[in-house]
């Protein structure tokens, strides 16, 4: 069964600076990988799906890239907003399944 | 707008059974790809079935047998029941609905607690 890791399991990050998330496969699955958001309470937020196309409204500050095994979510200038944490989620094989996240929090 | 509703959630014992409902409204659920995904407390995503449009199920082994996906089309709503619950089985179940031509979700509801414990 495929395997997915993201690391950090957190990133301190200061508003305003860059901040780029890692998921790793442990099979190759092309570009069949998404991301969400989740804040503490809410629901997953879908951000980024086939690897580097955004969901609908979300903002162009999030940005996808990668395929085969490696896989990067960058946030080119966070905002309050974006302080949650963040799990990739692949669909290249059966079952769906999600990565064990990472936490973005305020330095 | 799209929205999704869960309920049903709650407190059970182990070996009990419970369904939850999720209410859809903005979209159809006979048309789209329904899932449901579950969260267990301070832990991350694990996903737990999903329904095709054309009525075709899949569940994650861990609840194989045990969880039963559905749908009602005339009142819009997905269903999950839950058989022989188990201590493991404690989390918020989130529904969602699929994208179409990719099994990502880009809708969610709001999720409801299931807490298995005697």
């Known amino acids: 069964e495929i395997v997915m890791t993201q690391s950090p399991a957190t990133l301190s990050v200061s508003p305003g600076e860059r901040a780029t998330l890692s998921c790793r496969a442990s099979e190759t699955i092309g570009t069949k990988l998404a991301w969400y958001q989740q804040k503490p309470g809410q629901a997953p937020r879908l951000l980024i799906y086939g690897a580097s196309t955004r969901a609908t409204h979300i903002p162009a500050r999030f940005t996808g890239s990668g395929s085969g095994t490696e896989f990067t979510l960058t946030i080119s200038s966070l905002q309050s907003e974006d302080f949650a944490v963040y799990y990739c989620?692949?669909?290249?094989?059966?079952?769906?399944?999600f990565g064990p996240g990472t936490k973005v929090d305020i330095q | 707008e799209v929205q999704l509703v869960e309920s049903g959630g709650g407190l059970i014992q182990p070996g009990g059974s419970l369904r939850l409902s999720c209410a859809a409204s903005g979209f159809s659920v006979a048309t789209n790809f329904m899932t449901w995904v579950r969260q267990a407390p301070g832990k991350g995503l694990e996903w737990v079935s999903i329904i095709y449009d054309e009525g075709s199920t899949y569940y994650a082994d861990s609840v194989k047998g045990r969880f039963t996906i559905s749908r009602d089309n005339s009142n819009n709503t997905l269903y999950l029941q839950m058989n022989s619950v188990r201590a493991e089985d404690t989390a918020v179940y989130y529904c969602?609905?699929?994208?179409?031509?990719?099994?990502?979700?880009?809708?969610w509801g709001q999720g409801t607690l299931v807490t298995v414990s005697s």
């Open positions: 989620q692949q669909y290249y094989y059966w079952p769906p399944a």
């Open positions: 969602a609905r699929g994208l179409v031509g990719v099994t990502a979700f880009d809708s």
